[in-house]
């Protein structure tokens, strides 16, 4: 079946540090990979997608690259700041499954 | 302005009592979802409708209705609430849905249901 599998957070960082947040799938075709984000007493608001193997979303400066070979869709930003902090949600789509959600935490 | 709209955001009820959160959307979408949101478990799709008339469970259906007789309104129905559906519910919508797999999910802002 269909599955998405991302690392459980929070995750705590400093101001400008790296970031990186693992996202890992299962699905039956080829999938679209979507990465949405979920700030504090919002809706997800969709953050990247990328719709084949070797696409790589981006947006913010956050980046993520479909890996078919390793099955995975891993969100990467190189310097997070405070307003960044929020949920982040790794879905795949050819029937919309989501991940548990990453909590991650800046601080200043 | 293209949004979702949910209510009411906010909802506490006791056991049994039939409840409605209603949901709509203005961009002329044809797919509309519910999901629920609980801590540890992320989102999971509870119905789904890909087009007016057209509904079908997702991974969580009991103890919910739907109904799609307008293109925009996609009503999430209890019709006797208990505890365990306690929980942070999501409307979102999509152009198309299904096999259409570059469709962006719009989502609402959440209605926060505790039963009592």
């Known amino acids: 079946g269909n599955s998405v599998t991302q690392m459980e957070g929070p995750v705590t960082l400093s101001e400008e540090a790296f970031l990186t947040i693992n996202c890992t799938y299962t699905?039956?075709?080829?999938?679209?990979l979507f990465w949405y984000v979920q700030y504090p007493g919002e809706g997800l608001q969709l953050l990247l997608k990328?719709?084949?193997?070797?696409d790589k979303g981006s947006n913010k400066g956050f980046e993520a690259t479909y890996r078919k070979e390793t099955t995975s869709f891993h969100l990467e930003k190189g310097s997070v700041q405070v307003s960044d902090s929020a949920v982040y949600f790794c879905?795949?789509?050819?029937?919309?499954?989501f991940g548990s959600g990453t909590k991650l935490n800046v601080k200043p | 302005e293209a949004q979702v709209t949910q209510n009411p955001r906010y909802l506490i009820t006791v056991t049994g009592k039939k409840l409605t959160v209603t949901c709509s959307q203005n961009?002329?979408?044809?797919?509309m979802s519910w999901y629920r949101q609980d801590p540890g478990l992320g989102l999971r799709q509870i119905y789904y409708?890909?087009?007016?008339?057209?509904?079908d469970k997702g991974d969580v259906p009991e103890g919910y209705k739907v109904s799609r007789k307008e293109k925009r309104n996609f009503p999430l129905i209890l019709e006797s609430p208990s505890p365990n559906q306690t929980s942070l519910y999501f409307c979102?919508?999509?152009?198309?849905?299904?096999?259409?797999?570059?469709?962006?999910?719009?989502f609402g802002p959440g209605t926060r249901l505790t039963v009592l």
């Open positions: 961009m002329n979408h044809e797919y």
């Open positions: 879905a795949l789509v050819n029937k919309f499954y």
């Open positions: 699905a039956t075709g080829y999938p679209s």
């Open positions: 409708s890909m087009n007016v008339e057209v509904t």
């Open positions: 979102a919508s999509s152009i198309r849905g299904g096999g259409v797999s570059t469709d962006t999910q719009y």
């Open positions: 990328a719709t084949k193997a070797d």
